[in-house]
Nanobody
Framework: QVQLVESGGGLVQTGGSLRLSCAASGRTFSSYAMGWFRQAPGKEREFVAAISRSGSTTYYADSVKGRFTLSRDNAKNTVYLQMNSLKPEDTAVYYC?????????????????WGQGTQVTVSS
């Protein structure tokens, strides 16, 4: 089990940037693949991006590809989601999640541990 704490959310104008961080507790962080999901009001939680244990492989939802970049620093037990060219439709609560066993990177059920979420609001 790993505890996750997100930070870096806030209010930004269309076209702006934010960097979300997810800090994990424990000494086994590198054994977890990590992902980000988001949930807008009235909508289901959706996959945003995922990264492998080593950080060598990343996956992105089509809606964020080319605008968001996911990275990790295993020495710091932290993953980073750099979000550029933000749009109003990116407004949501963003959740960091950890996945240890499943190879299904885009499904929420594959992740065992979740952070509390951080709000991202993009104004038009």
């Amino acid at each position: 089990q790993v505890q996750l704490v997100e930070s870096g959310g806030g209010l930004v104008q269309t076209g702006g940037s934010l960097r979300l961080s997810c800090a994990a507790s424990g000494r086994t962080f590198s054994s977890y693949a990590m992902g980000w999901f988001r949930q807008a009001p009235g909508k289901e939680r959706e996959f945003v991006a995922a990264i492998s244990r080593s950080g060598s492989t990343t996956y992105y939802a089509d809606s964020v590809k080319g605008r968001f970049t996911l990275s990790r620093d295993n020495a710091k037990n932290t993953v980073y989601l750099q979000m550029n060219s933000l749009k109003p439709e990116d407004t949501a609560v963003y959740y960091c999640a950890a996945r240890k066993y499943s190879s299904t990177y885009s499904a929420a059920y594959a992740y065992s541990d979740w952070g509390q979420g951080t709000q991202v609001t993009v104004s038009s």
